[in-house]
């Protein structure tokens, strides 16, 4: 099932208003975080390591929706946390299509079979399964053995049972391009309407050489992974801000346009930092200093950072800002599969050997414990 056009023509005007309108910084997909807990422990996740009593806290429904109308954003990631371990998820989710909003519940799917009847199949929703790579990839990235088989069986059932799903992949330094590629190649035959990813976010940060070349090997690797693209792979994401992963491209960031709100309220400047909060979505934009923000800003926090929060709102921006834009992004959308021969000859460099699954708990454990415990 390919991405509704309902949704293309809802994002796009939207978009073309805020630019007709001469409004600079519009937010374009909210990050809401009901919750912290979760039933996994992934060594790459910097979400999980509150305090016992703030794990157990949860936003009300009320609390999203008056987030999700005071925002206004056309879309709605729900990540977490495990969003499925929110005692109210399906009267969220209820609520957020009867607001016609295009929502995106992040999961790891573990729950995903046991709590699919809470929810109705609709274009409005979407299950993006956390996977960051094939079996022993995921396996590893996520710290639990059979990870991966339990997000496929619940991808399967999902699909079969008429939703919309896409994946949803996390790529550190030293993932293997070419297992990448083989994962994007058994995901499309699974059926997901398209595939998500991002680089990760190192919290290492100083600004020196270290720092610069962790951004160019971030380049180097999707560079080596999305060129000589396969004409099925379909993505779920502004083809520019792939070019950006690339290296083709260079974007300021614009954390306003995926702002985060959790139990703590709006979350400055981010989703991945945290500088204080506001309590209203215009108090984060009238109070936030944005420009010690960004790559060029200078902040060590966002020396590394090339992260789909920060930059692909970015990367739509651009394509609504010019024609040059707009034909860009229709050319690599219909057009381009990024021929690239010393790419090709990077998938053959060799590759550092997988480590060891730490496994952060037994596999016998419930899935539904959560970290509070
Ligand atoms: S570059 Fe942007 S998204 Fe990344 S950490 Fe800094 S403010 Fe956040």
Known sequence: ?????????????????????????????????????????????????????????????????????????PMVSIPGGEPLMHPQIGEIIAGLVARKKYIYLCTNALLLKEKIHLFQPSKYLTFSIHLDGQREEHDLAVCREGGYDIAVDAVKEALRRGFRVTTNTTLFDGANPKSVRAFFDEMMDLGVEGMMLSPGYSYDKAPDQKHFLGRARTRRMFRAILSNRKKRWRFNLSPLFLEFLMGKRTYPCTPWGMPTYNIFGWQKPCYLLQDGYAETFSELLATTEWSNYGTESGNPACANCMVHSGYEASAVNATFSSLAGFLATVKATLFTTYKDDEALKMLEEPQAPVHPLIQIAPTTQSLEEARTT
């Open 1 to 73: 099932m390919p991405v509704p056009v309902s949704q293309i023509w809802t994002v796009s005007s939207y978009v073309l208003r805020q630019k007709l309108s001469g409004r600079k910084q519009y937010p374009l997909v909210l990050m809401l975080e009901p919750l912290f807990r979760c039933n996994l422990a992934c060594a790459g996740c910097g979400k999980i390591q509150y305090p016992a009593h703030i794990l157990k806290k949860d936003l009300t429904p009320e609390e999203c929706f008056r987030a999700v109308d005071e925002c206004g954003a």
